[in-house]
T-cell receptor, first 112, second 122 residues
Framework: DQQVKQNSPSLSVQEGRISILNCDYTNSMFDYFLWYKKYPAEGPTFLISISSIKDKNEDGRFTVFLNKSAKHLSLHIVPSQPGDSAVYFCAASLQGAQKLVFGQGTRLTINP | GAVVSQHPSWVICKSGTSVKIECRSLDFQATTMFWYRQFPKQSLMLMATSNEGSKATYEQGVEKDKFLINHASLTLSTLTVTSAHPEDSSFYIC??????????????????FGPGTRLLVL
């Protein structure tokens, strides 16, 4: 049972444009969401998070949007840069549970 | 810079041997650490939650006698793959969650990951 889903295995975006990565979840009890970036043969690097009491969180070029009614979150990267090329994982957790449930990941490629 | 380290970064071993992987939090104390496994082109799967001072909590389907976890201190957790077999070949990643709320630069609700250890069992 895949509780966190990233339905797009890959995404290709031109440098300078906006990258939008999507994530859906099924468990309405999740109340904390995170995005991680991962390069091959490395551990994930934390990018940005959002609590379920918010619908938007912004940090520099990265913005995460949360739509609780649709059980959907998205990560916007603008402007996209070549160094953003990586696999992006969304993750969700239940308050106090600490455990993270990861999506399958989306490989983002930024083309010059 | 890295806030969580893992050692070794890669290891090749013969079938039947045991392999120990260390995970250290460098900038904060972590009562709780986590061990994940990632197979090629798949997501990170939580194996177990490592708790300092108590037994680890294993996820369903993970053999606790095969994957021994020892949380020796507030900055160190080890995962030992006992009697490794080729099917245990994978990328093992640990994460640590800071104990203290408001620790400068770190979020208590965020897990910070190590660089991973690639295990190949021949």
């Amino acid at each position: 049972d895949q509780q966190v889903k990233q339905n797009s295995p890959s995404l290709s975006v031109q440098e300078g444009r906006i990258s939008i990565l999507n994530c859906d979840y099924t468990n309405s009890m999740f109340d904390y969401f995170l995005w991680y970036k991962k390069y091959p043969a490395e551990g994930p690097t934390f990018l940005i998070s959002i609590s379920s009491i918010k619908d938007k969180n912004e940090d520099g070029r990265f913005t995460v949007f949360l739509n609780k009614s649709a059980k959907h979150l998205s990560l916007h990267i603008v402007p996209s840069q070549p160094g953003d090329s990586a696999v992006y994982f969304c993750a969700a957790s239940l308050q106090g549970a600490q455990k993270l449930v990861f999506g399958q990941g989306t490989r983002l490629t930024i083309n010059p | 810079g890295a806030v969580v380290s893992q050692h070794p970064s890669w290891v090749i071993c013969k079938s039947g041997t045991s392999v120990k992987i260390e995970c250290r939090s460098l900038d904060f104390q972590a009562t709780t650490m986590f061990w994940y496994r990632q197979f090629p082109k798949q997501s990170l799967m939580l194996m177990a939650t490592s708790n300092e001072g108590s037994k680890a909590t294993y996820e369903q389907g993970v053999e606790k006698d095969k994957f021994l976890i020892n949380h020796a201190s507030l900055t160190l957790s080890t995962l030992t793959v006992t009697s490794a077999h080729p099917e245990d070949s994978s990328f093992y990643i640990c994460s640590a969650q800071p104990d203290l709320a408001g620790l400068a630069g770190y979020d208590q609700e965020t897990q910070y990951f190590g660089p991973g250890t690639r295990l190949l069992v021949l």
